[in-house]
DNA sequence: CATGAATGAGGATTCATTCAT
DNA sequence: CATGAATGAATCCTCATTCAT
């Protein structure tokens, strides 16, 4: 398997870090290939062509973000404790690697469509599990059972991800993790706190 | 003012249908001009260059939010009804205009860091009065007036752009206006549909 | 007749301002009626094209210089006098208009082959003029009876223009009047300073 | 050094032959590379871009006049000997490749104030070397010691470039060489043939 | 496996000129 | 006579990808 050769992993880590000071317009694959320390053509021997660099990217980190979230899953409490965790993750990896944060939030977005629809069908895994979570959550009364799930996920989903390109925006300007438990507690009680009829 | 001549709103109009139907990439002043009815060259005495259309596109649409928006808070009653109508709003105008949904959504964020900040610029007004709705709700006591304005903000408008991005995504295969009472009652209440402490 | 009315001079005078200030190829049609205070489109009633323009320019301003050749030629006393005259004549009217040495000795020969041609052949008045001074020199025995003409003129007129060229481009730095005498010593006695045999 | 590898020399003599055939505005860098023979853009592996085409050409063919000029310097006798050897040198190179006769008298003079500058510098070199044996004949008596060497080296370069443009513009039509030794003996006896006083 | 020199398609912008008013 | 809005042709350069070594 391709990606367990060690130039695999060099690759799309020299892509994460030229995407990231370089913004996704700079960064051409000589560019890439020299922050990995191979030849232009060599990079042609592990990815089918640059939009499969792109993709990689995602993916290998995005395995990341899954992983966590199967341990929350598997090992957490409470419906409304996994969300907490699962929030708590999200924002912790990506306030501890600004790079994947610029690389995520703003750079890999400056993607063309065919490339987005490839990412966002890597993203559905994770949000099938975010997706377990609430209907767990609804199922257990934990959540309200009334509401729908593909929007509950994307309230979810959405607001965690405008807080922390909102951040990345900023310039990392000011703490990230602060905002993990207003986040989750605004998702949590919704804007009125108390339940409107 | 060379926005109030018939040929600028033409050219604007034209960029609008070219972006979306051939992507951002693709979309060339060439085309932009041919599908406006003029020359190339006449596309450059109403813009500077091919960035200042783009950006023109994004504040001509966003005025009409913004107008929209003024109206609604003006003579809106309480503020979750405000709350209620801008969301409505921000819907309607976009499940009534799939072009407009297409650019602003996906193809208008494949642009360069410069035009994304200058988007981003003329979008925090449209924000602003967000956050007043907000504000307004908390010191009325109808939103939880201990809430964090920023991260509201976000839950608010990230649970919209993320909903509305979906469904263009989808090629709007599902009724977005369905969504929107939906997106309106979570926002509201939260995931537990009661406060939790 | 059209070089008679006063637009046709305002335009002439306003190119050779928009030249020297612009350079030859920011010289644009649209600059020199602004200038000229006229319409684009009325700069058309008084020259062919704007190679037109260019032409006109050259040899409106040497006019100048033969006229006032033609009066040294009749009124100045034996040969050597008359050429000292044409240079010092040469140098003055130049180094008064630096405006006029700028697009004379440095834009207006970024002109293509064509135009350089036409003004080529405007030029050959002034030359002829320098012939006849030559020719009766040599008749009168004041100059070599046994040059080549056409040299000889050669190296006059190619004296001067590489002085006034490298003086042009110098930036006027130094005071091309003090550069005259020389000039004519020079020419007259060659380097040696005495005949070679 | 990419000045040694045969495609840099290559696309030069290409832009040679391209500029003297089509004129400097009709030289496009497409048109260039199909005469090397190589793709427009292996141009810009040896190129920084259209603009070091052209200051190339002149570095390159500028070498060939100063090796020139040095080993006359260095190999020459008399003073007035070196100088007739220069003109002579001058004239032949020329004489022999009317492409590059065309190109250094009319076309290159056609750029814009930048490359023209970078032209001038280096055609400084040359003057330097035509400087030399000005000053090495004052000192040594050939040449007159009262004179100005600068009025002196833009005597000598300004009458064989006039002679050499004069010839380029009549496209051709007498022989240079013939004109060489008239050029030398005018330059060193001046126009009265005797010194005059 | 690895290299890197070579390829060549593709697009924003300027500006001389026209012509309806 | 005068205007100035509109025209549209024309070109330099980048960079993903290939393939001979």
Redesign the interface.
């Known amino acids: 398997m391709k990606r367990d050769k060690p130039k695999y992993k060099q690759i799309v880590d020299a892509a994460v870090i030229v995407i990231a000071e370089n ?1 996704y ?1 700079q960064a051409q694959v000589s560019k890439i290939a020299k922050q990995a320390g191979v030849a232009d053509g060599t990079i042609y021997l592990y990815f089918k062509n640059k939009e499969d660099i792109l993709i990689s990217v995602f993916q290998e980190k995005m395995t990341v973000f899954v992983e966590s979230l199967q341990d929350i899953i598997q090992n957490g409490n409470s419906s ?1 404790e996994k ?1 907490s965790r699962m929030i708590d993750n999200h924002f912790n990896v990506l306030a501890q690697d600004r790079h994947l944060a610029t690389v995520t939030q ?1 750079e890999l ?5 065919e490339i ?2 490839k990412i ?1 069908a890597i993203l559905k895994e994770y949000l099938k599990l975010l997706d377990e979570i ?1 209907i767990e ?1 609804m199922l257990k009364g ?3 059972p ?3 799930v593909r ?2 996920r ?10 922390i390109t ?1 951040w990345v ?1 900023n310039e990392f300007r000011y703490d990230l993790l602060a ?1 993990a438990p ?2 989750r ?12 009829l």
Request: aromatic share 6%.
């Open positions: 913004g317009h409304s969300l703003l977005r400056q993607s063309n469509k987005r629809l966002n609430l959550g934990e959540f309200n009334a509401m729908d929007i509950a994307q309230m979810v989903f959405g607001t965690i991800d405008e807080s909102t925006m905002t207003k986040v507690y605004l998702l949590l009680n919704g804007l009125t706190g108390t339940p409107v």
